[in-house]
């Protein structure tokens, strides 16, 4: 077999592990940054409490190959999340494409590796590997663990992990510890924590003889970034208006492309209010423009949204760590440091980072406060309240969880607490700005279901996305972070046009923001919204005249609006479509039944070219009794048996997955048992067919 080689020292996670001295190098698969920070939260924990040098790697930046290079006393740990149905996320997917597909992958010339010299070797089992090298087996190097980020409610419950572990092991690497299968359905701090206490002690007892006792640098805590105050004369303003949301990279017109890590900034075009003013809920039909089809889409597929954070929030760290929002600030890497806190350019200010990167809202987890503020506290009341935190699971889920408190609220809260007891200021708790990145998570873009339609209009995009606030104790209301910052640019959209050009603070329901480096269209001084397309399973047959059955009550019409507009405007142009059937519930028919005229015109285009063409709603507030979207199934039980058992059509579901598909799903059942005439069994495997069958597909969020 040729010899395998790589020349690239930074895909190479062999030689990047050297440069750190480390002895455990954690990989995570992630797409909303969920798996990246408990990535980030392991490594620090097994530097702090049992010495180890950790390196994180995003595998979309490393060669997989090199696997096969890493030291045999070192130990990989794969945090892995699912997403989808439980495919592997998008920066997981090169590397799972070749694990799944290749046989010849692994890199067999070690001839570029020197023995490492950090430590002394202990014994004639270090390397060189090449000693090891096994042609059957070409990761008989690597000893690994892997814990999994997943949802039990989905059909391939953690798969990315389970794969990838098995396919490690049957090429010869050596599986420790316990494959963690975190359930999001249930508590997935809680299997981590499970994980950890199973897994742990067998990776640092793998890596022990490389931990060095004496070595009082490895536990010793740096921050990732180095943070410098620049000269605000000397930094032009182009550069600080930047707003990339993650890590590298010029973007040319010759290798463009859009995807997590280059977001396209789009023009949002039109918005609209779905729901009547008087409704307790604000649900938002935004256009975004996809200009000259550069970025494309399928009808079905995701988009993910860049928010940008409330004011309030932001000022409120601003004032508690006595920053200046317009001052600006060089951010580099920290070559001593261990912590992963990539940031995406070298010049910001201090408001651009809080507004666009940081994750300011979502409360800091326990062991964050155990590793990073904890250190950080110089007087006693915050070091006893920190403590109190850490130790009574009950007392931060009084603080902490159950009211959703931001982090600086925290911060104020340790404050405060300091103030009763008259700290003096000087022992006063503060963060480092540096530190506050690494604690905080990146702020992630959040995803919807594209409602447009790219065969009508392949140049924009659609979101149907309803405005989350909600009360967590009295009077404390929360925002989510997107869709009010998306309920923003409606209102943005909704104002005077001179607003839009010369303003960049903009409010929703009580939330200003401010969203001058989002100005960033091209040349124009437009707003623009950070997007991208993210691709899904959830698509229309490709043969227009299969029967498609759909339901999607609340938000889950968005794809389902994507559909019918697209068979409607098939059928427009003199093309033959099959029976299409929606079924849509809502709260109020008055108040939020989405898209009422256009569904209702869309059906009669519909139902003039197919009579099984037919949209039923069901409203479930309208009447003393619930009637929701499965009762009308039922009524129609026979009509939707002739169309997904006789003429083979294909069954659709959107929205919320917790009951609303569990009960979908029950009611598809009962109309096999009744008009297929089956018994519980023959229905349970006639439903489990189908699932498994092309015919089936779920879009639902939890
Ligand atoms: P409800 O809030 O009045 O109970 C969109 O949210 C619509 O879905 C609402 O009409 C809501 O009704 C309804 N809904 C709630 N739970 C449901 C379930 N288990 N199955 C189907 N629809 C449900």
Redesign the pocket.
């Known amino acids: 077999a040729a010899k395998k080689s790589v020349s690239n020292e930074q895909r190479d996670i062999a030689k990047q592990m050297k440069l750190k001295n480390a002895n455990i190098v954690l990989f995570y698969g992630s797409q909303t940054g969920t798996a990246e920070d408990y990535a980030k939260r392991l490594a620090r924990e097994l530097q702090q409490e049992y010495n180890a040098r950790t390196l994180i790697i995003d595998p979309e930046k490393a060669d997989i190959e090199t696997l096969s290079k890493i030291h045999p006393k070192h130990v990989a740990i794969f945090v892995l999340a699912a997403t989808g149905e439980g495919e592997p996320t998008d920066n997981l997917a090169p590397w799972y494409d070749s694990l799944i597909g290749s046989d010849d992958l692994f890199i067999t010339d070690f001839s570029d590796l020197e023995p490492p010299s950090f430590h002394e070797p202990v014994d004639d089992s270090d390397f060189p590997p090449d000693f090891f090298f096994d042609e059957m087996n070409p990761l008989s190097n690597l000893t690994f663990t892997t814990f999994g980020l997943g949802n039990s409610t989905y059909e391939h419950f953690n798969s990315p992990a389970k794969q990838v572990t098995r396919r490690l092991k049957s090429l010869g690497a050596r599986f420790i510890g316990t494959l963690g299968l975190g359930d999001d359905d249930i508590d997935i701090d809680d299997d981590f924590e499970k994980w950890k206490s199973a897994s742990i002690p067998s990776v640092i007892d793998h890596i022990k003889s490389t931990i060095d006792a004496t070595d009082s640098t490895s536990n010793m805590y740096e921050p990732g970034l180095i943070i410098k105050e620049l000269d605000r004369d000397s930094v032009s303003d182009k550069l600080i208006g930047c707003v990339r949301p993650s890590v590298d990279d010029k973007q040319d017109d010759v290798q463009f492309k859009v995807d997590v890590k280059h977001p396209w900034y789009s023009l949002p075009t039109h918005s609209k209010l779905l729901t009547a003013e008087d409704c307790e809920r604000r649900i938002i039909h935004l256009e975004l423009d996809l200009e000259d089809g550069r970025v494309a889409y399928q009808t079905g597929d995701h988009v993910g949204v860049y928010p940008t954070n409330y004011e309030s929030q932001v000022r409120l760290l601003l004032n508690l760590l006595k920053l200046d929002e317009a001052q600006p600030i060089s951010l580099e890497p920290n070559p001593n440091s261990l912590e992963y806190s990539p940031f995406p350019q070298s010049v910001s200010t201090y408001g651009a980072v809080l507004r666009h990167y940081l994750d300011i809202t979502t409360p800091i987890p326990k062991d964050s406060i155990k590793h990073i503020l904890l250190p950080l506290a110089k007087s006693e009341p915050a070091r006893n309240f920190l403590q109190k935190l850490i130790d009574d699971k009950e007392f931060y889920n009084e603080e902490v969880s159950s009211c959703v408190l931001s982090p600086g609220e925290l911060i104020q809260r340790i404050q405060n607490t300091e103030k009763l007891e008259s700290v003096p200021s000087d022992l006063q708790f503060s963060i480092p700005f540096s530190i506050l990145t690494d604690l905080l998570p990146r702020l992630a873009a959040r995803f919807y279901s594209i409602s447009s339609s790219s065969t009508e209009s392949s140049t924009k995009v659609s979101i149907t996305a309803v405005v989350l606030r909600y009360e967590v104790a009295d009077g404390i209301t929360r925002y989510g972070i997107a869709t009010n910052y998306i309920d923003c640019i409606h209102n943005a959209l909704a104002g005077p046009e001179s607003e839009k050009l010369e303003s960049h603070t903009f409010t929703s329901n009580n939330l200003t923001y401010n969203l001058k480096n989002t100005k960033k269209h091209h040349s124009s001084n437009q707003l623009a919204v950070p997007i991208y397309i993210r691709k899904s399973n959830f698509h229309l047959p490709s043969s227009p005249l299969v029967p498609v059955v759909m339901v999607g ?2 938000t ?1 019409i968005a794809p389902f609006r994507g559909f019918v507009r697209e068979r409607a405007h098939l059928a427009k142009n003199n093309t033959q479509v099959g029976p299409t059937v929606l079924f849509f ?3 109020n028919k008055d108040k939020d039944f989405l898209y009422k005229d256009e569904l209702l015109d869309l059906f009669e285009t519909l139902g003039a070219g197919n009579e099984n063409s037919k949209l039923f709603t ?4 309208d009447q003393p009794k ?1 009637v ?3 009762h009308k199934m039922l009524e129609n039980s026979g009509f939707i048996w002739d169309l997904l058992y006789n003429k083979k059509g294909h069954f659709y579901i959107c ?2 997955g917790k ?2 598909s569990k ?2 799903v029950a009611a598809l059942k009962e109309i096999a048992m009744k008009e297929g005439k089956m018994d519980d069994l023959e229905a349970t495997e006639w439903l489990s067919n189908l699932k498994n069958s092309t015919r089936y597909a779920e879009d639902v969020w939890y």
């Open positions: 009550p609340g889950g519930g809502n709260r069901a409203f479930s507030r619930k929701y979207v499965q929205g919320d009951q609303m009960d979908v």
